[in-house]
C-alpha cells in the first residue's frame, strides 16, 4: 500500500481457523492496518489492529480468532531501500544479500487478538542494491512430506541461498516450487502459501 509521503506498507498475515468468521477477521485486519498505516510506524499499525481484533471479541461471540503479522513501512533509503519492521507470532523475513548469505530480520513478538497489554519491537534494516527480502506464512516451513519432514526454515534458507538471482518473481516462483515437490505424494494436508518478495535491482 502507497502512503502519502511516498513510503510505502507491506503487510503479511495469517489468520487462524477458515471459513466465513476467519474471513471476517482477515476483512477487519486488512481495513484497520490501511487506515493505521498512513500517520503510524509498524509497532502502531500491529497495535491498532491488536485493539481491533480484541474489540470483535468482545461484541461477538464465537472461538478465538487469532492472526499472526509481519509489517513493514519502507522508504527509498541512501544507497537502495530502508524499511522498519515489526513482527506479531509470524515467521520472521529472511533477507537474501548481494552475496547470497540469507539471514533472519526483526524481532518476534506476540500474535494479535490474544492480549491487551502487548509491544512489538521494530527493526531498522538496509536492503542495498541487489538484495531480497521474503516474507511468507508458515505454510513454506512447516510443508511435511510424506514420511511427515517440514520443509523447515533451513530448507527455505537454503533455496534462496541456492538462487543465482534475487529477482521477486524468480524467487516466489522457486519457493512454490520446491514447496510443492516437499508435499509431491504426501499424506499431510497442506496449510495456506504465501510468499512475497521485495527485491532491489543491482
Same mark, same amino acid.
Given at each position: 500500500?502507497?502512503?502519502?509521503?511516498?513510503?510505502?506498507?507491506?503487510?503479511? &498475515?495469517?489468520?487462524?481457523?477458515?471459513?466465513?468468521?476467519? &474471513?471476517?477477521?482477515? !476483512?477487519?485486519?486488512?481495513?484497520? !492496518?490501511?487506515?493505521?498505516? &498512513?500517520?503510524?510506524?509498524?509497532?502502531?499499525?500491529?497495535?491498532?489492529?491488536?485493539?481491533?481484533?480484541?474489540?470483535?471479541?468482545?461484541?461477538?461471540?464465537?472461538?478465538? @480468532?487469532?492472526?499472526? $503479522?509481519?509489517?513493514?513501512?519502507?522508504?527509498?533509503? @541512501?544507497?537502495?531501500?530502508?524499511?522498519? *519492521?515489526?513482527?506479531?507470532?509470524? /515467521?520472521? /523475513?529472511?533477507?537474501? #544479500?548481494?552475496?547470497? #548469505?540469507?539471514?533472519?530480520?526483526?524481532?518476534?513478538? @506476540?500474535?494479535?487478538?490474544?492480549?491487551?497489554?502487548?509491544?512489538?519491537?521494530?527493526?531498522?534494516?538496509?536492503? /542495498?542494491?541487489? #538484495?531480497?527480502?521474503?516474507?511468507?506464512?508458515?505454510?513454506?516451513?512447516?510443508?511435511?512430506?510424506?514420511?511427515?519432514?517440514?520443509?523447515?526454515?533451513?530448507?527455505?534458507?537454503?533455496?534462496?541461498?541456492?538462487?543465482?538471482?534475487?529477482?521477486?518473481?524468480?524467487?516466489? *516462483?522457486?519457493?512454490?516450487?520446491?514447496?510443492?515437490?516437499?508435499?509431491?505424494? #504426501? @499424506?499431510?494436508? $497442506?496449510?495456506?502459501?504465501?510468499?512475497?518478495?521485495? &527485491?532491489?535491482?543491482?
Amino acid at each position: 500500500m502507497p502512503l502519502p509521503d511516498g513510503r510505502w506498507m507491506v503487510l503479511i &498475515a495469517d489468520v487462524c481457523g477458515t471459513g466465513a468468521e476467519a &474471513a471476517a477477521v482477515t !476483512a477487519l485486519t486488512r481495513h484497520t !492496518a490501511r487506515a493505521a498505516a &498512513a500517520a503510524g510506524s509498524p509497532a502502531e499499525i500491529l497495535r491498532a489492529v491488536n485493539a481491533a481484533l480484541l474489540q470483535q471479541q468482545e461484541t461477538e461471540a464465537g472461538p478465538l @480468532r487469532f492472526v499472526t $503479522a509481519c509489517c513493514l513501512v519502507v522508504e527509498p533509503g @541512501r544507497h537502495g531501500l530502508q524499511l522498519r *519492521a515489526a513482527v506479531a507470532g509470524h /515467521p520472521l /523475513p529472511l533477507l537474501r #544479500s548481494p552475496d547470497g #548469505s540469507v539471514a533472519e530480520v526483526g524481532v518476534p513478538g @506476540r500474535a494479535l487478538g490474544i492480549a491487551a497489554d502487548v509491544d512489538f519491537a521494530e527493526a531498522v534494516v538496509d536492503l /542495498p542494491p541487489g #538484495s531480497t527480502l521474503v516474507l511468507y506464512t508458515d505454510g513454506v516451513t512447516e510443508a511435511r512430506d510424506d514420511a511427515g519432514i517440514q520443509f523447515g526454515e533451513d530448507g527455505l534458507a537454503e533455496v534462496l541461498a541456492g538462487l543465482r538471482s534475487g529477482d521477486a518473481e524468480t524467487v516466489v *516462483a522457486t519457493v512454490t516450487t520446491a514447496v510443492e515437490a516437499q508435499l509431491t505424494g #504426501s @499424506r499431510h494436508e $497442506a496449510d495456506d502459501l504465501a510468499v512475497l518478495a521485495l &527485491a532491489v535491482p543491482a
